[in-house]
């Protein structure tokens, strides 16, 4: 595990994951929801960050964890009420991330009318790749993202087919609460989304960002 990412070669510390609940039309779909209105927003604490090549722990609780992959947005300054004009000038770079959830507890929570931050928040189930600077991805809103979960093709899509872009998401959020340097944006996942068991190889790739590989295992009470 780690508190902390390297963008370009620096290392960043952040103090909050913030994660975008379907932010694409199909993964929406296949998850028999609505496409959102406005972006909906939740959080993962960073201890549940987990640097490429790192092991995900599946914890005994869940009989059902499951990868999402998304392109991370990494903050390079302080907002507060960020612009759409002004949005992209706080972005300092990009990473491929795994949003893993332990998908039976979500449902149960959901259905008791719970908080779901349990199914979310495990340690390891943010794992990240190295970022690299905004600058070297002129436009993040068209950049085809892959998983492969054993050498098979499972998510396959294109980050235009976002519904909120980066401006709007980093609109939204920065008038609920304040973004710090190192903050990261995961921007939600297209369809495809799968269930993991230990054992499992999982490499995400997105066009001009990198590639994330980890594997997955048992948690030991």
Known sequence: MTDALTIGGRRTRPSKILCVARNYADHAKEMGVPVPEEPVFFLKPTTALLPGGGTILLPPESKQVEVETELAVVLGHRGRDITLATAMNFVQGYAVFFDITARDLQAKARKEGSPWTQSKAYDTFAPISDGVPAASVPNPHNLRI?????DVVRQD?????????????????SRIMTLERGDILATGTPSGVCPIVPGDVLVGEIEGVGVLTCTAAPRKR
């Open 146 to 150: 892959r998983l492969r979960v054993n």
């Open 157 to 173: 899509s294109n980050t235009r087919q976002m519904v909120f872009s980066i401006p709007e998401l980093l609109v939204a959020v």
